[in-house]
């Protein structure tokens, strides 16, 4: 017997204090960095956007993924490509996961 399962996650992440440090003009490498974190972990990005200030996420997760250690490994790693590639001057100290839904 096999199951089918599919959550369907809607994640928020924004800069601290919600300071507009996310350059328009780099978004776009933004967002393609953390759409290789997400395929890496072989699930699925429905669709990646935001604004100066925060940033949305809607995806799918593999059951065997636990949520929180997918928003952390996102948090992590993108954070610390931030700061290498240092294509936002202005970013502040940390992201920060701004909260989310889950849809079954």
């Known amino acids: 017997?096999?199951?089918y399962t599919q959550l369907l996650y809607h994640i928020i992440f924004s800069t601290m204090n919600r300071k507009c440090s996310l350059l328009e003009k780099r978004q776009e490498d933004l967002f393609k960095y953390i759409w290789g974190i997400i395929r890496n972990k072989k699930c699925h990005l429905?669709?990646?956007?935001?604004?100066?200030d925060h940033i949305h996420i809607a995806t799918d997760i593999r059951p065997a993924i636990a949520l929180s250690d997918f928003v952390k490994d996102i948090k992590v790693a993108s954070h610390d490509w931030i700061k290498r590639e240092k294509i936002f001057p202005y970013f502040p100290a940390r992201l920060c996961h701004s909260g989310g839904e889950a849809w079954q």
């Open 46 to 52: 429905y669709r990646i956007n935001g604004m100066e």
């Open 1 to 3: 017997m096999s199951t």
